[in-house]
Every structure is written in structure tokens, then in C-alpha cells.
């Protein structure tokens, strides 16, 4: 079926320094999302994203994170400076419609750990 | 408080077995609800979506919602090794969008021969 392919799959940063993580989304779909889990903890819905902008974000999606589309390439997740709790799993996923009853297509995510 | 809760946290289950774990909510505004399968290494992918009171089948998984008390249950019927992976459940509100989906912790289910 459609993927949603995530770049890179990990990522080792020091805290403070900038990371972005790609997220290339299902062709025809017209939503794109991050999600954010922690280790042992449940997947948690930081912000979604359409038409260029931000249509809602989580409180978990802090002043140092931000999105964007740039000329319909990679949908990212830039954190700026990124700190020890941002070390997570993240996950982007895409979906075709923004009902709530909408399947989402979720990437295979990327494993950052800050040090 | 975590408002998707899941029952059990493993199960191991005999290939050709019936695994079944459950779902509830504490929050009523939740009313569809999914659930995704997640093999290692991988995303979580979409399994099944319910919406209604009762059972719907899909080959050999069958969901079940009962909205009153806000129960879902997932029973995978001739369990095959494949059928090993973690399970979530995810909720979300008709109308309020700013949430997304809401995951529940995960079942995680070993098929053994």
C-alpha cells in the first residue's frame, strides 16, 4: 500500500543543537502530522499541518519546534534548540481527508536521542 | 489519568489460537475509535476502524464497541505467528480536531508455535 517514508530513521544530536527530521507523505494526501513517543509511553499528537499552515498544535508542540512544506517537498519537523526531553520516537503521518473519521498513514518514524 | 487505557499488556496466544485484549476510555466526548498494528522497526499501521455499537468483522479480526460504556475489544481469530506485534488503540472526537488521535499504551501480542 501507500507509505509515508521518514529520513533518517535515527538521529544523534547534542542538546542545543538544531535537527530536522523528513517526512515524505502519501502522494495524494493533503494532511500531514507529527507524533511524539516517548519510550514507554503512548504516541502523542504534537501538530497537524495543510495547505502550508499549521491547523492545530498540541501543548507538547513547544516554541522551539516548527513545521513547514516548503514547495510541496519533505513535510519537517525542525526543533531549534533541541533539549534532552526531545529525545523520542517521531512519527509523521498523512491522511487524504481531516475528519475525525479519517485513516491515517503513519511512517516507520525516526529515533532521535539527544545527548 | 490516560484516557485510552489497554488491557492486557502482553499475551502470548498458540499459532491457530483466538487472542482477544480490550480498549476502554475515560473521556465520553471519544466516539471512533481504530486500531493500529505495529511490527518492529515499523510504523503503526491501520488495522480497523469502528464507529458503531456492536461487532465488525474484517477476515480474521472482529472488533467490538460498546459506546455506552466505552469499551472496544479486538479478538484475532487462527492467530498466526505474523499476527505478532504490538496492538494500540486510538480514539478521537467527532468534532474536535486540535487532539488528533489518542493512543492507548499498547498490547503486545507474541504468537508462538
Known amino acids: 500500500g501507500p507509505k509515508v517514508l521518514q529520513i533518517p530513521s535515527h538521529q544523534i544530536i547534542d542538546m542545543g543543537q538544531m535537527v530536522t527530521l523528513n517526512c515524505d507523505p502519501v502522494?495524494?494526501?493533503?494532511?500531514f502530522y507529527w507524533y511524539k513517543q516517548i519510550l514507554g509511553q503512548q504516541m502523542e499528537f504534537l501538530v497537524n499541518?495543510?495547505?502550508?499552515?499549521?491547523?492545530?498544535k498540541s501543548k507538547l508542540f513547544k516554541d522551539q519546534f516548527s513545521v513547514e512544506r516548503p514547495d510541496g517537498s519533505y513535510f519537517t519537523l525542525k526543533i531549534q534548540p533541541t533539549a534532552l526531553e526531545d529525545s523520542a520516537v517521531y512519527f509523521c503521518a498523512s491522511s487524504l481527508a481531516r475528519t475525525a473519521n479519517s485513516d491515517y498513514t503513519f511512517g516507520s518514524g525516526t529515533r532521535l536521542l539527544v545527548i | 489519568q490516560q484516557k485510552v487505557q489497554q488491557s492486557p499488556e502482553s499475551l502470548s496466544v498458540p499459532e491457530g489460537g483466538m487472542a482477544s485484549f480490550n480498549c476502554t476510555s475515560s473521556?465520553?466526548?471519544?466516539?471512533y475509535f481504530w486500531w493500529y498494528r505495529q511490527h518492529s522497526g515499523e510504523g503503526p499501521k491501520a488495522l480497523m476502524?469502528?464507529?458503531?455499537?456492536g461487532d465488525k468483522k474484517e477476515g480474521r479480526f472482529t472488533a467490538h464497541l460498546n459506546k455506552a460504556s466505552l469499551h472496544v475489544s479486538l479478538h484475532i481469530r487462527d492467530s498466526q505467528p505474523s499476527d505478532s506485534a504490538l496492538y494500540f488503540c486510538a480514539a478521537s472526537e467527532p468534532n474536535n480536531y486540535a487532539q488528533g488521535l489518542t493512543f492507548g499504551l499498547g498490547t503486545r501480542v507474541s504468537v508462538f508455535p
Open positions: 476502524s469502528i464507529f458503531s455499537d
Open positions: 473521556d465520553r466526548n471519544f466516539q
Open positions: 502522494s495524494n494526501h493533503l494532511y
Open positions: 499541518f495543510y495547505n502550508g499552515k499549521v491547523m492545530e
